[in-house]
């Protein structure tokens, strides 16, 4: 055998087993149930929106939202858990049927509603095709009481975003130092 091809098979060996490696790192904390029992929901200040449960996905119906309002329609969950240091993915599965955009983060679950998370918000920008994203954070406090917001007052005019997956995400072996 020659020294090339004891390289090449070394290289490939060394590929595959960093590839597989890279996805042991990822543990499913959440995969949220896309079910209206499961999450709470909230509009105000003039914000209007319909929210439904169809075949384990959510399919909101924005008809309103106040310019500079983005926290006036909110889907959340309370009572989650995560761990000081921690680096999360928060991977969403969507679509819209314009440009259009989900704000999301891990936060006190009463007023001063401060963020666990840095950076403050995971943001997806959605368009007509098919979306899934992937966005990090670290968590900046160690809790099982946080909750999860999903904020969808930032978009304007009437829009349709269906949501098909959402899942948390613990990168192993990540932390901040």
């Given amino acids: 055998m020659t020294v090339k091809a004891i390289v090449m098979i070394l290289a490939v060996l060394f ?97 001063n509603w401060v963020s666990y998370q840095n950076p403050e918000y995971v943001v997806f920008d959605l368009s007509p095709r098919s979306n899934s994203k992937t966005e990090e954070f670290v968590a900046e406090r160690s809790t099982d009481q946080a909750r999860l917001t999903c904020y969808f007052g930032q978009n304007r005019g009437e829009t349709n975003i269906t949501i098909n997956s959402l899942r948390l995400l613990r990168v192993n072996g990540a932390t901040k130092k």
């Fill in 15 to 111: 590929l595959a087993s960093w590839a597989s490696a890279a996805y042991a790192a990822e543990e499913v904390v959440y995969d949220f149930p896309l079910k209206k029992s499961q999450w709470e929901y909230w509009e105000e200040g003039g914000a209007r929106a319909k929210l439904k449960s169809v075949d384990s996905k959510f399919v909101l119906n924005i008809l309103a939202s106040p310019a500079g309002a983005f926290h006036h329609i909110q889907l959340y969950k309370l009572a989650l858990k995560i761990e000081e240091g921690q680096k999360y993915m928060l991977r969403l599965d969507a679509t819209s049927d314009k440009e259009a955009e989900i704000s999301c983060k891990f936060h006190k679950a009463s007023p």
